[in-house]
C-alpha cells in the first residue's frame, strides 16, 4: 500500500527558502512518478514539480529555477526545496504518486496523495 506523509511546511518571509519532505512507502513498482501539488485559497490545484523513477524531474514555469525536487539515496523522502519565496507561493502542499514514469501536470492522473503541508510566505 503506498502512503506519502508530508513535514516540513511553515511560515516563511519573503524572499526566504523552504524545503518539504514527503515521506514515501509501498512505492514497490519499478516505474513511477512522484510530485508535488500546491493549492491556493480560492485557487484549483496546481502541479510544481515532478521526479521519475530515473531522476529526470520537471518543473512547472512559476517556480522554474528557484525549485529542486530530489530523493534521498533509498529513494524513500522526496524534498522539495524552494528559494526566492514569494507571498503567491503561499498554499498547502501536497506530494502525489503515480504507478507510469511519464510525469503529468494534472493531478487527476495521480493515484496516491498525502495529506499536505501548509506553507505560508509572509510579506
Known amino acids: 500500500q503506498v502512503r506519502l506523509v508530508e513535514s516540513g511546511g511553515g511560515s516563511v518571509q519573503t524572499g526566504g527558502s523552504l524545503r518539504v519532505s514527503c515521506a514515501v512507502s509501498?512505492?514497490?513498482?519499478?516505474?513511477?512518478?512522484l510530485g508535488w501539488f500546491r493549492q491556493a485559497p480560492g485557487k484549483e490545484r496546481e502541479g510544481v514539480a515532478f521526479i521519475d523513477n530515473d531522476g529526470s524531474t520537471t518543473y512547472v514555469d512559476s517556480v522554474k529555477g528557484r525549485t529542486t525536487i530530489t530523493q534521498n539515496a533509498d529513494k524513500t523522502t522526496m524534498f522539495l526545496q524552494i528559494h526566492s519565496l514569494k507571498p503567491e507561493d503561499t498554499a498547502i502542499y501536497t506530494c502525489?504518486?503515480?504507478?507510469?514514469?511519464?510525469?503529468?501536470?494534472?493531478?487527476?492522473?495521480?493515484?496516491?496523495w498525502g495529506q499536505g503541508t501548509q506553507v505560508t510566505v509572509s510579506s
Open positions: 509501498g512505492v514497490n513498482f519499478r516505474h513511477y512518478c
Open positions: 502525489a504518486a503515480r504507478w507510469l514514469t511519464h510525469c503529468p501536470t494534472n493531478p487527476e492522473e495521480y493515484t496516491w
